[in-house]
């Protein structure tokens, strides 16, 4: 326990973490026409819907959906820039909320987006930081009150990762529920799909791998053997997590050459840095990180260090 409560949980693992899921949602609402994304479906007339929780998000509260897009780009921009954490977290969830509960055209990612940003709330409530791309560890007072808060954000990691392992067990498992997955043959299906799948060019490349049945019961069944090993991921070591963390953003990166969903890919990037990335090992950032980083003043009662391996 005093080995975990030395370790500091507000680096920029978490950091990283936040800025993909603002982006992912930040492209969303810059690169789709609001009309493609706000419409009226079958049985609705008013656009967009405010029935239930979704009259209090953002979209129905200001009454206008190009104001409130804006909105939502400046807070997003806010939580992909970094600074302050502990008050941008409370205004990422609001926005994921909002745009979850009136946009018609919404995917995994932007429910990954939703639930990973809740769940980083107590983690980025209570970062005493002004940046969350800094790398050395808080130096403060060891007070009940400061061990109090990093037991909060320690809990907050291990919530996040029992939840990614979660998303990818139920992605496995679920896919025996279909017979097309249990019998090997969804890729050759998903990869001829006209609205999902490969382009034209693309599948007759392709045709002769798609047209052996060997290949393509390969090419599924090594997707549930991945999102299985993935689930697995939970028990295992922190130096071998890396090289699923690699093969899980491959993976998603399949997918957008194959079915598009780029803001997917980076929930889910977001998604996999947090469930295997070890939280005390931060990312070597500071050729991009240092020009910003002196643009905002550090905390008076905090300050950072510099620790060794040894330390962590």
């Known amino acids: 326990m005093n080995t975990l409560m030395a370790r500091n949980p507000w680096t920029n693992v978490y950091g990283v973490v936040r800025s993909l ?52 780009v400046g807070i997003l921009l806010l939580v992909l820039i970094g600074i302050y954490p502990r008050f941008t977290a409370l205004l990422h969830v609001y926005v994921g909320f909002s745009f979850m509960s009136t946009a018609v055209l919404v995917d995994g990612g932007d429910q990954v987006t939703l639930v990973l940003s809740l769940l980083l709330l107590p983690l980025a409530l209570t970062d005493p930081r002004m940046w969350h791309w800094s790398m050395g560890p808080i130096v403060g007072r060891e007070t009940y009150a400061f061990r109090f808060r990093k037991l909060l954000a320690l809990t907050s990691y291990s919530l996040l990762r029992l939840q990614v392992a979660l998303i990818y067990f139920e992605a496995c498992v679920g896919k025996f529920k279909v017979a097309e997955w249990a019998d090997g043959t969804a890729i050759y299906y998903w990869f001829s799909n006209p609205t999902f799948g490969l382009s034209p060019e693309v599948h007759s490349l392709l045709l002769p791998i798609l047209a052996n049945r060997w290949c393509v019961v390969l090419l599924t069944w090594s ?58 090992q931060p990312f070597s950032l500071l050729p991009l990180a240092s020009p910003l980083q002196k643009l905002v003043p550090r905390l008076p009662s905090f300050k950072s260090a510099t620790v060794s391996p040894a330390q962590v």
């Open 223 to 280: 997707v549930l053997f991945l999102e299985g090993g993935l689930f697995l991921g939970l028990t295992l070591e922190p130096k071998y997590r890396r090289y699923m963390l690699w093969a899980g953003i491959g993976f998603h990166f399949m997918i957008i050459l194959i079915h598009g969903l780029p803001t997917f890919f980076m929930a889910m990037t977001a998604a996999l840095i947090i469930f295997l990335r070890p939280y005390y």
């Open 21 to 72: 899921l603002a982006l992912g949602t930040l492209c969303t609402l810059l690169l789709n026409d609001m009309g493609t994304l706000f419409r009226p479906i079958a049985g609705q007339t008013d656009c967009p819907a405010c029935v239930g929780l979704a009259q209090y998000s953002l979209f129905c509260w200001l009454g206008d959906i190009e104001t409130a897009r804006w909105v939502c």
